[in-house]
């Protein structure tokens, strides 16, 4: 069974940082893309970050420079670093991967930057 777990979330000021862990299980951690996704209550969700499996990377243009993601295959966990933390990142914060066509999410971290 695939199991996707998140951590690292928190109460931050902004301009500060975080960094957030996604431990992957139940497939073969190495052959998967992995993404992060964030949700605002009552929004919907979208797409932070994305990194391939050779280690390529994609982020949303609200986050780029400031937000980078990265993956360990050999400890099958995703980061992705946040720095100069604003506001509008407020949300919680989901590991995502696709597998054999479905999507398989974890239960997210909430993120929440005070003004």
């Known amino acids: 069974q695939v199991q996707l777990v998140e951590s690292g979330g928190g109460f931050v000021q902004a301009g500060g940082s975080l960094k957030l862990s996604c431990v992957v299980s139940?497939?073969?951690?190495?052959?998967?893309?992995v993404d992060w996704y964030r949700r605002v209550p009552g929004k919907q969700r979208n797409l932070v970050a994305s990194?391939?499996?050779?280690?390529?990377?994609n982020y949303a243009d609200s986050v780029k420079g400031r937000f980078t993601i990265s993956r360990d295959n050999a400890e099958k966990t995703v980061y992705l670093q946040m720095d100069s933390l604003k506001p509008e990142d407020t949300a919680v914060y989901y590991c995502h991967i696709q597998r054999f066509g479905f999507d398989h999410w974890g239960r997210g971290t909430q993120v929440t930057v005070s003004s």
């Open positions: 990194i391939t499996t050779e280690g390529s990377t």
């Open positions: 139940g497939t073969t951690f190495s052959t998967r893309a």
